[in-house]
C-alpha cells in the first residue's frame, strides 16, 4: 500500500448507526455469501442461504430499535461517507432468566472486505467498548480459531482467550473451532499502544 492509500484509508469517523444505512448494510452482508466461497474459513457465521430482503429489512428494524433503546452499544465506521464497519455489543440474554445475564454483553464485528487491514476494526472496537462501560461488566466474544488476526486484534485490546469450543461450527461438512474470549470491562482500560493506526477516527 502507498503512503497515499494508507492516509486515504484513515479517513474514517465513528458514529453511531442510522436508518438510512440500511441498504448499504444488507450490502456487506450480502456480499459476505459470495466471499465465504473464496474463504471457507471466513470468520462468520452465515445462515444457510442468502438471507431474503424481507429477513434482512426485520434484521436492520431490529438492530436500530436496539440501538435507540440500549443497552446495546453500536458502532458504525464510515470511509468517505459510506458505512463500512460495524461493532455490536449487546446484553448476553441466555436461558430463561436474562437478567442474571445482563451485566455481560457480545461483542460482533463485521468491517466491509474492502476496508480491512486499516486500522477500522481496531478503532471500532476501542470506541465501543469505551462506550460499554457503565452499560456492561464483561465483555466477551467467539472467534474461529483459524482468524489469528482478529484474535491477535482482541488479545492486544485485553481480551483473555477462556475457553475452545470444539467444532462449533460446521460449514460445508467441515468443523471448524472457536476460542471463547473474555474481557473485564470494569478495571479495563485503553491500553495505550492501541489506537495509534485510527489516526482519522473522529
Ligand atoms: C476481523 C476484522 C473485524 C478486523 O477489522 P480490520 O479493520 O480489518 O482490523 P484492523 O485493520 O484494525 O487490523 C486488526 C487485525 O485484523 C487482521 N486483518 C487485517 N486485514 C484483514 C483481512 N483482510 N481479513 C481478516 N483479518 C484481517 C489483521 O491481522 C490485524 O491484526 P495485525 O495488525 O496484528 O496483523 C475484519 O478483518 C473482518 O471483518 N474480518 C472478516 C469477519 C471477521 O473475521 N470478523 C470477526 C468475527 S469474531
Not at 480459531?145 to 462449533?168: D, M, P
Amino acid at each position: 500500500m502507498s503512503v497515499s492509500d494508507a492516509a486515504a484509508s484513515r479517513r474514517f469517523v465513528l458514529r453511531g448507526l442510522r436508518w438510512e444505512d440500511a441498504p448499504a448494510w444488507r450490502q456487506v452482508y450480502l456480499d459476505l455469501y459470495d466471499e465465504v466461497k473464496e474463504n471457507p474459513e471466513l470468520g462468520l457465521t452465515l445462515q444457510e442461504r442468502r438471507p431474503t430482503e424481507a429477513e434482512e429489512v426485520a434484521w436492520f428494524s431490529d438492530l436500530y430499535g436496539r440501538s435507540l433503546k440500549g443497552p446495546d452499544v453500536i458502532v458504525v465506521g464510515e470511509v468517505d461517507g459510506h458505512p463500512a464497519g460495524l461493532v455490536t455489543i449487546a446484553p448476553a440474554r441466555r436461558g430463561a432468566s436474562p437478567w442474571e445475564n445482563s451485566h455481560v454483553g457480545i461483542l460482533g464485528i463485521l468491517v466491509a472486505r474492502r476496508h480491512r487491514g486499516h486500522g477500522l476494526g481496531e478503532a471500532l472496537m476501542l470506541r465501543a467498548l469505551e462506550e460499554a462501560r457503565g452499560r456492561f461488566e464483561w465483555v466477551r466474544l467467539t472467534v474461529f480459531s483459524v482468524n489469528s488476526g482478529a484474535r491477535r486484534l482482541y488479545e492486544r485490546l485485553g481480551f483473555r482467550t477462556v475457553g475452545h469450543l470444539e467444532a462449533e461450527v460446521k460449514r460445508n461438512g467441515r468443523y471448524l473451532d472457536e476460542e471463547l474470549m473474555s474481557l473485564d470491562l470494569r478495571s479495563w482500560k485503553a491500553p495505550a499502544d492501541v489506537g495509534r493506526r485510527a489516526t482519522g477516527a473522529r
